[in-house]
């Protein structure tokens, strides 16, 4: 599967593209740092990794 040049058009085939579907293979300990000024990645999308 790749992303084409545009979106797919449902939140399922989205959801195939999101780190978050596939957390529950991650087995090594983590470590998420971001900062409030951080424009790429929004803080709520670490908090988000972390309530999974």
Do not use: A
């Not at 790749?2 to 593209?17: A, C, G, I, T």
């Not at 529950?24 to 999974?52: A, Y």
């Amino acid at each position: 599967m790749e992303l084409k040049n545009s979106l797919p058009d449902s939140p399922e085939e989205l959801w195939n593209f999101s780190p978050l579907k596939y957390i529950k293979h991650v087995s090594t300990p983590l470590l998420i740092m971001h900062g409030e000024q951080d424009l790429r990645c929004p803080v709520e999308q670490g908090n988000s990794f972390l309530s999974v």
